[in-house]
């Protein structure tokens, strides 16, 4: 299967600085930020929770920070988590250079079996959010290559599980062939897209799982509201 269209370098590179990006992938973003740089370096907001949280409808909750450090060729994934509840990332390569890679196994969704690439780097500082149910992986350009995951749920071995990077039914665009990849022993075994079929999110009850999310946030916004007006009719 191939890369979705428009290509993802094409939709960056017409962003606006500090905006948000929909990707072809439904649910999936990337964040491009506004850099502000001079002789000293640069500076630039890497996270920002208010506008997130109204791209998502919800709040982008921070369960666990994970960082990786990988040699060149290094390709890791692809990985995700059973829904409810996944878990949701957001990627940021801190040094070097990554081809991130999401790969879209919600079965029902308009663009199962297909994925993208998306370039992330310590030169360009754009940061991806993979949504719920989606896979996710990276190949490392250079050594030394470091990356960032914001998490939306704790690490659990018994909700966590893999795909073959190298499926030839996902004809994931690595950069790399698979002899001269580098990867752990649990992406060497990971079972192909058929083998975990029966395990794979159902788009429907992902974007269900979304919907109620959003419900519960608007709930307590409507409810902390509710609280500030009896407390202002008190005073």
């Known amino acids: 299967m191939t890369e979705n269209t428009p290509c993802t370098e ?3 590179a017409a962003a606006e600085p500090g905006s948000i990006v929909d990707l072809p992938i439904p649910g999936a973003w990337a964040y491009v930020p506004k850099v502000h740089g001079d002789g000293r370096g640069s500076f630039h ?4 929770a208010e506008l997130f949280g109204q791209k998502l409808g919800y709040p982008f909750e921070v369960a666990q920070g994970n960082l ?3 040699s060149r060729d290094v390709v890791r994934g692809i990985h995700l988590a059973d829904v409810p509840p996944g878990q949701a990332k957001f990627v940021s390569c801190l040094s070097g250079a990554i081809t991130d890679v999401l790969v879209d196994v919600r079965v029902g969704s308009p663009t199962f079996g297909q994925h993208i ?6 030169e360009n500082n754009v940061s991806v959010y993979v949504p719920l149910g989606v896979g996710h992986g990276f190949r490392a350009h250079d050594d030394q290559t470091t990356v960032n995951y914001l998490v939306t749920e704790a690490y659990n071995p018994q909700r966590e599980y893999g795909i073959d990077p190298f499926d030839a039914d996902l004809a994931v665009v690595w950069g790399v062939p698979k002899e001269q990849a580098v990867l752990s022993d649990k992406d060497k075994e990971a079972p192909s897209l ?4 029966d395990r794979l999110p159902q788009y429907r009850e992902v974007r269900a799982w979304e919907a109620q999310l959003r419900a519960d946030w608007a709930e307590a916004l409507h409810e902390a509201e509710q609280w500030e007006g009896a407390q202002g009719g008190n005073s």
Do not use: G, H, M
């Open 68 to 70: 990786s450090r990988s």
């Open 10 to 12: 094409e939709l960056l």
């Open 194 to 197: 058929s083998e975990v079929r």
């Open 117 to 122: 690439t998306v370039e992330l780097s310590a």
């Open 45 to 48: 907001e890497s996270f920002k």
